[in-house]
């Protein structure tokens, strides 16, 4: 049973940082597509980065951002320690939103996702 455990959310004032770390058990992370994913009150979930896994075809290991946070976050894999982590710097009150960790597995398509963890931007 694949788990994702999320930490490192809170109260951060705009313009400041916030790293966001999802502990993977059960499954090695270097195996899945890693992603961090977002959900404002009354908002539908959205992308906001991924990693591919390692050994991927064409891009093993490639970032990929949602424009909005282009520039201020970014995503990186720790095989060692089974991690995925998102550094977001220059945080906006927009990016206030409860943050999901996901695991991806391309073949079946199968998604595995962490309780989510609440990251709030306010003065």
């Known amino acids: 049973q694949v788990q994702l455990v999320e930490t490192g959310g809170g109260l951060v004032q705009p313009g400041g940082s916030l790293r966001l770390s999802c502990a993977v058990s059960?499954?090695?992370?270097?195996?899945?597509?890693m992603g961090w994913f977002r959900q404002a009150p009354e908002k539908e979930r959205e992308f906001v980065a991924s990693?591919?896994?390692?050994?991927?075809?064409?891009?093993?290991?490639?970032?990929y951002y949602a424009d909005s946070v282009k520039g201020r976050f970014t995503i990186s894999r720790d095989n060692a320690t089974n991690t995925v982590s998102l550094q977001m710097n220059s945080l906006k009150t927009e990016d206030t939103a409860v943050y999901y960790c996901?695991?991806?597995?391309?073949?079946?398509?199968?998604?595995?996702w962490g309780q989510g963890i609440q990251v709030t931007v306010s003065s």
């Open positions: 990693v591919t896994r390692s050994g991927s075809p064409k891009n093993s290991g490639k970032a």
């Open positions: 996901n695991a991806h597995v391309p073949g079946p398509s199968i998604d595995y």
């Open positions: 059960g499954g090695a992370v270097s195996s899945y597509a």
